[in-house]
């Protein structure tokens, strides 16, 4: 994942709410998942490893958050723990054969989520965050974004 790339999630996650941050996760996923393949492609074993460990917490995390009081919580967990040992198999096999079974069967479970997202109208998670104004400025071959540094952030009484 590029550095521009983490910033773009980390603004985006800063005022997500519940089911935008679950949209947001999932697209992190598939950028760790290209990260595998462009590894893989260039036989590069670290980044490879790196990428999987990054993929893999992802789906760790969905894991965790399920709520098993809902009955499709429990084939959440089943997808999401195959798709672990999916990516288990990229660093035994050295090799990203399978993943694109695991990043077409994710997209399907993101295209669901999507439209559940559509009906939710909560407020972001996190209060306070740094505000972000875009427009004011255009850098050479994109816009430039700036950030309120005025801001208390909550850390004041």
Partial sequence: MTKKQIQEFTRRITHANRSGLTLIKFEMLFVYFDDIVRACQENDRQAMTDGV???????????????????????LYALYDFHRRQLSKVIIKNSAEGLDQSREMLLKTYHAFQEAAKQ???????????????GYTYGKHDLNESYDLHSSRGFLA
């Fill in 53 to 75: 460990h990054h993929a893999d917490a992802v789906l760790k995390s969905f894991q965790e958050t399920l709520d098993f009081q809902y009955e499709i919580s429990a084939q």
């Fill in 120 to 134: 939710d109208t909560s407020g972001p998670l996190m209060r306070n965050a740094q505000q972000v104004y875009a």
